[in-house]
Structure formats: structure tokens, C-alpha cells
């Protein structure tokens, strides 16, 4: 079951640096929408990383060990 696709409006003069790389990238996408996803899709989960906080019990973990290097 695909998902349901929005247009999203971007540059011509961008649009046809990514066919470039789509051309380029020996099959590994099929247009310039999949790498526009994919790389869309990478941005959105590495800032979903960045989000990730310590639990109570990590975070005195960090503390003793940073202690225990003489940086606290």
C-alpha cells in the first residue's frame, strides 16, 4: 500500500541538479521525487536523533564519569 503524495514546489534550476545526480546514481533512485524523499526522510530522522534525551540514570552516568576525568 503506497502512501498518498503531496506536490512540493522547488526551484527548476534545483530540480535539475538532482536529475543530474538521479542520472547518476546507477539505479539507486528512479527520480528525482525518490531522492527528494530519501534525503528529506534522512534530515527529519537524524533531527529525530538529535532530539533523544538522557533517562535520570544516564545522565549520572555521564556526570560520575566526567567526575571521574576531573571535568566536574
Known sequence: MSED????????????????????????????????????NEVVREEEEEKEVYTPEEEEEIKRRLRNLGYL
Open 5 to 40: 503524495k503531496i506536490p512540493i514546489y522547488i526551484s527548476k534550476t534545483l530540480y535539475e541538479k538532482i536529475r543530474e545526480r538521479v542520472k547518476q546514481s546507477q539505479g539507486e533512485f528512479n527520480s528525482v521525487e525518490d531522492y527528494i524523499e530519501f534525503v528529506l
